[in-house]
């Protein structure tokens, strides 16, 4: 099991910049494949970004963030990035920090596991 904590969320105007950070603890954070999704208000929880267990190998970018957002890990640290930048007001929703064991991750993946989340809320 891993456990996953998100923090770096807040208020900024649009145009701005974030970087959230996904901390993880328990089993192994370099034998998991992580990423970020996220949910608006009265929208599904969808994907935003997600990077391999072996970093060089894959990373995905939902097309709403690409060129926008930049994911990364570091493995030492057992933690978990995602740099939000040019952020949109419809980049506002709650994020979540995602680990599975399976590539590519998905929403529905019942294997999952799950940060509590952490706000972004961009102004325009």
């Known amino acids: 099991q891993v456990q996953l904590v998100e923090s770096g969320g807040g208020l900024v105007q649009a145009g701005g910049s974030l970087r959230l950070s996904c901390a993880a603890s328990?089993?192994?954070?370099?034998?998991?494949?992580v990423g970020w999704f996220r949910q608006a208000p009265g929208k599904e929880r969808d994907i935003v970004a997600a990077i391999s267990k072996s970093a060089w190998t894959s990373t995905y970018y939902a097309d709403s963030v690409k060129g926008r957002f930049a994911i990364s890990r570091d493995n030492a640290e057992n933690t978990l990035y995602l740099q939000m930048n040019s952020l949109k007001s419809e980049d506002t929703a709650v994020y979540y920090c995602?680990?599975?064991?399976?590539?590519?991750?998905?929403?529905?993946?019942?294997?999952?596991?799950w940060g509590q989340g952490t706000q972004v809320t961009v102004s325009s």
């Open positions: 995602a680990a599975s064991s399976r590539w590519p991750l998905k929403q529905g993946d019942g294997s999952n596991y």
């Open positions: 328990g089993r192994t954070f370099s034998s998991y494949n």
